[in-house]
C-alpha cells in the first residue's frame, strides 16, 4: 500500500509539472518590461515570449505579434523553443510508460518488469525536468545580466516574468515526482501479496482421506 501511494503522489505531481511546462512555454511572459529610470511613467508593458511579443496598454488593451522568423531569434530564445517542447513530449512519453508499469493495471503481469517499467517513466520526468531547467535558467542569467548592464539601455532592460516562476515550479514537480516513482516500486521478488495456500490433501493408497486432514 506504500509503494502504491508513493507511485500515485510521483504520477500526479509528474502530470502537474507536464502541464506547467506546456503553460509555461505558451505564455509569452518570459520577459517583461522594467520600470526603471525613464520607463517608470510608461503607459504600456512589453512582454518577450517563445513564440511572441506584445504589447498590454494601461488601458488594459493587449496586442501580440508573433516572431517572424526563428532564426532572427537569440540564441537563449531557440534554444528553450527547443527544450520545452522536448521536455512536454517526455512528459507525455512518460505518463504512457508509468501508467503501462502501474500497480494498478494490467498491461504487464510480472510485479519485477512492472516495477522496471515505473522506474524508467521517473527517469523520463527527471530527464523531462531537467531539460525544462536549462533554458530557464540560461534565460534568467540573461535577464539579470542585461538589467545590470551599463551597457544595455533602460528602455531595453527586462524583468523575470511569470512564465519562469511557473516553469521554475514545474521543475521541482517533476523532479520530486519522478524521484517518487524511481523509489515506490517493490523489491523484486515481492508480488504485494500476503496469501499463503495449504498443500492440496492426498486420499491414502485405499481411497481414503487420512483423518489428520480433518483436524
Keep these: 500500500m506504500v509503494s502504491a501511494g508513493l507511485e500515485i503522489m510521483g504520477l500526479a505531481l509528474c502530470v502537474i509539472g507536464s502541464l506547467l511546462v506546456m503553460v509555461a512555454c505558451g505564455l509569452p511572459m518570459w520577459k517583461v518590461t522594467a520600470f526603471i529610470e525613464a520607463n517608470i511613467v510608461v503607459a ?54 508509468t501508467i503501462a508499469g502501474a500497480q494498478c493495471t494490467n498491461c504487464i503481469r510480472t510485479e519485477y518488469v512492472k516495477a522496471r517499467v515505473v522506474n524508467a517513466g521517473g527517469v523520463i520526468y527527471i530527464l523531462s525536468g531537467l531539460f525544462v531547467l536549462v533554458p530557464l535558467c540560461w534565460m534568467a542569467n540573461n535577464i539579470i545580466s542585461d538589467f545590470y548592464s551599463s551597457q544595455v539601455p533602460a528602455s531595453k532592460k527586462r524583468e523575470i516574468g511569470a512564465a519562469l516562476y511557473i516553469g521554475w515550479a514545474a521543475t521541482a514537480m517533476l523532479l520530486i515526482g519522478g524521484s517518487l516513482l524511481c523509489c515506490s516500486c517493490p523489491t523484486s521478488g515481492n508480488s504485494g501479496y500476503s496469501v499463503t495456500y495449504a498443500p492440496t490433501k492426498r486420499a491414502t493408497p485405499n481411497g481414503e482421506y487420512d483423518k489428520r486432514n480433518y483436524v
Design 44 to 97: 504600456q508593458t512589453i512582454w518577450d515570449g517563445l513564440w511572441m511579443s506584445c504589447v498590454v496598454q494601461s488601458t488594459g488593451q493587449m496586442q501580440c505579434k508573433v516572431h517572424d522568423s526563428v532564426l532572427a531569434l537569440s540564441h537563449d530564445l531557440q534554444a528553450a523553443r527547443a527544450l520545452t517542447i522536448i521536455s512536454s513530449v517526455m512528459g507525455v512519453l512518460g505518463l504512457m510508460v
